[in-house]
């Protein structure tokens, strides 16, 4: 079965930086392109990046660019995010997905906190 596994979050001053991570497992993790979704108490969850199976294409939400940075190991079938100068309103669950043929699968979720 599919599991997607998040780790990484917590509490964090403005401007400082957290690399998340999310390890999967049951399906073949270099097939598929994977994502970060994250959700803000009272707000719909939004993409936050994306990156094509061999990591060479990245997509980026406008709020992001130039301050996350997400790759993967295909070896490790680990995905990763590099969120640097964060902001308060980055406070969100953050979420690994992936869209597989059958349907989109989504970890349990890592809270990020930026709060002075």
């Known amino acids: 079965q599919v599991q997607l596994v998040e780790s990484g979050g917590g509490l964090v001053q403005p401007g400082g930086s957290l690399r998340l991570s999310c390890v999967a497992s049951?399906?073949?993790?270099?097939?598929?392109?994977m994502s970060w979704y994250r959700q803000a108490p009272g707000k719909e969850r939004e993409l936050v990046a994306s990156?094509?199976?061999?990591?060479?294409?990245?997509n980026y939400a406008d709020s992001v660019k130039g301050r996350f940075t997400i790759s993967r190991d295909n070896t490790k079938n680990t995905l990763f995010l590099q969120m640097s100068s964060l902001k308060p309103e980055d406070t969100a669950v953050y979420y690994c997905?992936?869209?597989?043929?059958?349907?989109?699968?989504w970890g349990q979720g890592t809270q990020v906190t930026v709060s002075s």
């Open positions: 990156i094509r199976r061999a990591g060479e294409t990245t």
């Open positions: 049951g399906f073949t993790f270099s097939s598929y392109s």
């Open positions: 997905n992936v869209m597989t043929l059958v349907r989109s699968y």
